[in-house]
């Protein structure tokens, strides 16, 4: 049963965080009321959800607490390869763990690319990347990338993936040509609130897209 709530164009200049710790409810109302006003956690990359990821319990908390969701796939640990195979694998499981939760198709699923093996070529990287936006696109989500260190890909090539949605991340990574960045992470060196995050800040690409959040405001709809 999908969550109670809609999904959304993010406005530009919306601060949100991302976090790899179970959030709250008072500690989702405590970001809430400082004025974040969305965050993203994290999707497992086995065929469950694991424990300190994402739950539906938490995701109802979030929402509750008047911040939007979205949600990130963890990444393997650095120097890991990437394949066909495994971006299909990786793939599919971040649909059927988003599904587990409760999220509605239409909103944004992130691939985390980042800790590429140096020995990997970048077509290895762009044979990952497309399987798994078609694992995550079929099963309707809508796939967004975010660009972390070691990715391999330099602009153009980022650029030529199918995807419509990326986040720059707080390392040194490539300038996205033509499209640029929707969101742009930011290193906060301190815990906020009691756990660690990083900040994102939202923003227009050049061709007038936008981050896909779910709000626990309205219906739910596609976008």
Same mark, same amino acid.
């Given at each position: 049963m999908s969550l109670y709530g809609s999904i959304? @164009?993010?406005?530009?200049? @919306?601060?949100?965080?991302?976090?790899?710790?179970?959030?709250?409810?008072?500690?989702?109302?405590?970001?809430?009321a400082q004025g974040y006003t969305f965050c993203l956690r994290y999707l497992s990359l086995g065929a469950e959800q694991d424990a300190g990821d994402l739950s539906s319990s938490e995701a109802s908390d979030i929402l509750a607490s008047g911040l939007a969701?979205?949600?990130?796939?963890?990444?393997?640990?650095?120097?890991? @390869?990437?394949?066909?195979?495994?971006?299909?694998?990786?793939?599919?499981?971040?649909?059927?763990?988003?599904? @587990?939760?409760? &999220?509605?198709?239409g909103?944004?699923?992130?691939?985390?690319?980042?800790?590429?093996?140096?020995?990997?070529?970048?077509?290895?990287?762009?044979?990952?990347?497309?399987?798994?936006?078609?694992?995550?696109?079929?099963?309707?989500?809508?796939?967004?990338?975010?660009?972390?260190?070691?990715?391999?890909?330099?602009?153009?090539? &980022?650029?030529?993936?199918?995807f419509q949605h990326y986040w720059q991340s707080c390392s040194e990574v490539p300038a996205l040509p033509e499209r640029g960045y929707q969101m742009v992470q930011t290193l906060v060196q301190a815990p906020v609130n009691g756990i660690g995050i990083d900040q994102d800040v939202t923003q227009t690409d050049s061709f007038g897209g936008q981050v896909l959040w779910l709000t626990g405001s309205g219906s739910t709809s596609g976008q």
């Open positions: 959304q @164009s993010a406005p530009a200049n @919306s601060r949100g965080f991302d976090a790899d710790t179970v959030l709250s409810s008072a500690t989702a109302q405590q970001f809430a969701l979205m949600v990130v796939q963890h990444v393997d640990d650095p120097g890991w @390869s990437p394949s066909q195979n495994t971006g299909q694998t990786n793939g599919n499981n971040a649909a059927t763990n988003a599904d @587990s939760i409760g &999220l509605p198709p909103m944004n699923v992130w691939c985390d690319l980042e800790g590429v093996a140096a020995s990997s070529t970048a077509q290895d990287v762009i044979n990952y990347c497309t399987a798994w936006y078609s694992a995550v696109s079929a099963a309707g989500y809508v796939p967004g990338l975010y660009v972390g260190s070691d990715a391999v890909l330099t602009g153009s090539q &980022l650029y030529d993936l199918p």
